[in-house]
């Protein structure tokens, strides 16, 4: 609400945005000229915000720099994703003009230029929280698109993970075989790694931490156990404050489909991490105890390896 008051013979304007307090001076008019401007300013205030918004690509700078602080270790990927795909798609439009028709287009044609219909579902996930984030913000009054939903995705298959024989190669595919031991012995997510230091590395294992400037990804702290093979990584990687060389992240990933390649394999530097988990599912662990190891928010994630428990179809097959 916005207020006026009178100091000598000019009349001021007081409100307050955003819990701060503003003042604007009107000069030496009439208590009548000074209470149309009061309630021009009013109309202003509790205006609703207009239906179009900010353009796309200004709102995609504004909602990546508050990802980036709040969410920083998937920050690469949201950025990847509206640098390579959403703004292209939809570059200087209004973000509250977008149309469900407009969003279902999107998705058919990401699917038929050949994108698997999850890396589509995170590209709408990605879309529908920056809609949501302005809606929340007040910038604009409603999410024109919050009823598209994510393609279905029907295929199935369980996580790719590497034998000791494929681990092997791919330690001796380059200079980096130690780092790759390193993820493949604890299923450090990639930004975890990079984050580690040595002041994090003690006589009980691992501590992930998680703090205000490298957030885990569940929020939460945990500590990972070493065995004998990460303890023979951490001794060839032994150097400066951080466990792993400085390295961008996709340079990084990068760095692991080459010695993929070189090693005649497929995959990705996150099966490091479905390794971890899936060697840990084969040795008996318990999956709540791998679910903690991992990080895993959800157990649904964890259940992904419950398939390769011992004597797990056994143990259902029964006589009747």
Known sequence: MATKFKRGQSWFL??????QRKKRGLGKITEAEAEAERLALEVQLTAPPAAG???????????ADWHSHEYPDSYYRIEQILRCHLIPAFGEQAIGSLQPRQIEGYKHNRIAAGAAPGTVSKEIRTLQAMINRAVEWDVIPKNTIKRVSPPRDLRSRPPRWYSHHELEAIYRASAYGPAWQLLANTGLRRQEALNLQWADIGENGIRVVSNDENRTKSGKWRLIPLSDSAKRSLEALDGGEMVLPPIAP??????????????DLDGSLHCLRHTYCSHLVMAGVPLRTVQVLAGHASFVTTERYAHLAP??????AISI
């Open 14 to 19: 007081n409100w307050t945005v955003d819990g």
């Open 250 to 263: 996709y340079s990084l990933s990068r760095a692991f489909t080459r010695d993929l390649k070189r090693s």
């Open 53 to 63: 918004g900010p353009d796309f690509i200004s709102w995609a700078e504004e909602y």
């Open 311 to 316: 004597d797990h179809l056994r143990a259902a």
